[in-house]
């Protein structure tokens, strides 16, 4: 039961412009949320997070939106770079140790 | 300060056999999780440790899996014996409570 999904399995970008990247949950009970990047052959890092209780988030060239009602959040990367080439996950935080669920993840690619 | 260490990097074995998967958690971090990625798919939640207790191992697939952890340090994850579909990357984090996750690099493992 899949509870966090990304369906978009790519997306590719030019370099400069937005890249949005959309995340779907069904769970009310996630309480935050975080979005992680992946560089081939590394572990995912965190990149940006989100309280429930909030609507935006923004950190640099990192903005995330959260909307409740519809259970539904993005991403926003303004301007895109080459470096921001890798695999973008969704995850969500489902209880109080910290368990997270991701989704399947969404690979961006930045071309010049 | 050191990083979340997993090895091996690689694992290549066959049906049947045996595999112990290593993590070396940042020093100081209680909370230790396991998480694996099949196929390109979802990263999925394992078990969790709280120092050498199990907090919650309810993503553990079946008993071929066993997790460990050894005085509150490092941890081990003993697949036997493995099968095809325990082919995946699999992920080790660590962080201390209240604060957020450090991945390691993964471990992938192939079963042919």
């Known amino acids: 039961d899949q509870q966090v999904k990304q369906n978009s399995p790519s997306l590719s970008v030019q370099e400069g412009r937005i890249s949005i990247l959309n995340c779907d949950y069904t769970?009310?009970?996630?309480?935050?949320f975080l979005w992680y990047k992946k560089y081939p052959a590394e572990g995912p890092t965190f990149l940006i997070s989100i309280s429930s209780i909030k609507d935006k988030n923004e950190d640099g060239r990192f903005t995330v939106f959260l909307n409740k009602s519809a259970k539904h959040l993005s991403l926003h990367i303004v301007p895109s770079q080459p470096g921001d080439s890798a695999v973008y996950f969704c995850a969500a935080r489902s209880d109080s140790w910290g368990k997270l669920q991701f989704g399947a993840g969404t690979q961006v690619v930045v071309t010049p | 300060e050191a990083g979340v260490t997993q090895f091996p990097s690689h694992s290549v074995i066959e049906k049947g056999q045996t595999v112990t998967l290593r993590c070396d958690p940042i020093?100081?971090?209680?909370?230790l999780y396991w998480y694996r990625r099949v196929m390109g798919k979802e990263i999925k939640f394992l078990l969790h440790f709280v120092k050498e207790s199990k907090q919650d191992e309810s993503g553990m697939p079946n008993n071929r899996f066993l997790a460990e952890r050894t005085g509150g340090t490092y941890s081990t994850l003993k697949v036997q014996p493995a099968e095809l579909e325990d082919s995946g990357v699999y992920f080790c984090a660590s962080r201390v409570t209240g604060y957020g996750y450090t991945f390691g690099s993964g471990t992938r493992l192939t079963v042919v």
């Open positions: 769970n009310s009970m996630f309480d935050y």
């Open positions: 020093s100081g971090h209680d909370n």
